[in-house]
């Protein structure tokens, strides 16, 4: 079976400030971990993934994460956030071997960006 | 990146009558849509699983016969809501599989009064 946990409900942070979103997951085989970010009324854009290979994905945006099997962790970074970051953000684990099937997702992080 | 839609993107509907919502791959093939729901707030929860040409699979707790899928073309998955409570209110969101990642539509807005 497979989980995803996203630590805090609700992030803030200043404009120009380091964006730290954390995410763990459990999963019995090798997983596939996804960050999507969701404006309002819409639909989910994906930010980037882990499949394979190099263990910190730079995604679009300047977001980047890194997958940390001993920790069960795929933290979401991004140096300095900008007003328009502000948004939902979900993590998502998927079984290995199977890029495009079913996926977990997490409770969702909101991320506030102040001026 | 690939584009799926769905329509309609809001829809208000009296109680007990049903609804459906297309969700379209528009420049791409998917033999595998997904359909999801959220509550304000809240995450996405997978409902089912719509495979071209066969019954859809749904999740634990999701009634088959309410949520009616029908993935008839390659292109096209419909999700049915029949006989529409107001508890079935909520945002449904649809996701096409590609060969490495899902592509999401932008959701329905359902309204149920």
């Known amino acids: 079976a497979q989980s995803v946990t996203q630590l805090g409900s609700h992030v803030s942070v200043s404009e120009g400030a380091l964006v730290l979103l954390r995410c763990n997951y459990s999963?019995?085989?090798?997983?596939?971990l996804f960050w999507y970010v969701q404006y309002p009324n819409q639909g989910l854009q994906l930010l980037l993934k882990?499949?394979?290979?190099?263990?910190l994905v730079k995604g679009i945006n300047g977001f980047e994460a890194e997958f940390k099997k001993s920790e069960t962790s795929f933290h979401l970074t991004k140096p300095s956030a900008h007003m328009s970051d502000a948004a939902e953000y979900f993590c998502?684990?998927?079984?290995?071997?199977?890029?495009?099937?079913?996926?977990?997702f997490g409770q969702g992080t909101e991320l506030s960006v102040k001026p | 990146g690939a584009v799926v839609s769905q329509h309609p993107s809001w829809v208000i509907c009296k109680s007990g009558t049903s609804v459906k919502i297309e969700c379209r791959s528009l420049d791409f093939q998917a033999t595998t849509m997904f359909w999801y729901r959220q509550f304000p707030k809240q995450s996405l929860m997978l409902m089912a699983t719509?495979?071209?040409?066969?019954?859809?699979?749904?999740e634990q707790g999701v009634e088959k016969d309410k949520f009616l899928i029908n993935h008839a073309s390659l292109t096209l998955s419909t999700l049915t809501v029949t006989s529409a409570h107001p508890e079935d209110s909520s945002f449904y969101i649809c996701?096409?599989?590609?060969?490495?990642?899902?592509?999401f539509g932008p959701g329905t807005r359902l309204t149920v009064l």
């Open positions: 882990y499949t394979t290979g190099a263990t």
């Open positions: 998502a684990v998927g079984a290995s071997g199977n890029q495009g099937g079913k996926l977990i």
């Open positions: 996701s096409a599989r590609g060969d490495r990642e899902q592509f």
């Open positions: 719509s495979n071209e040409g066969s019954k859809a699979t749904y």
């Open positions: 999963s019995s085989v090798p997983p596939y």
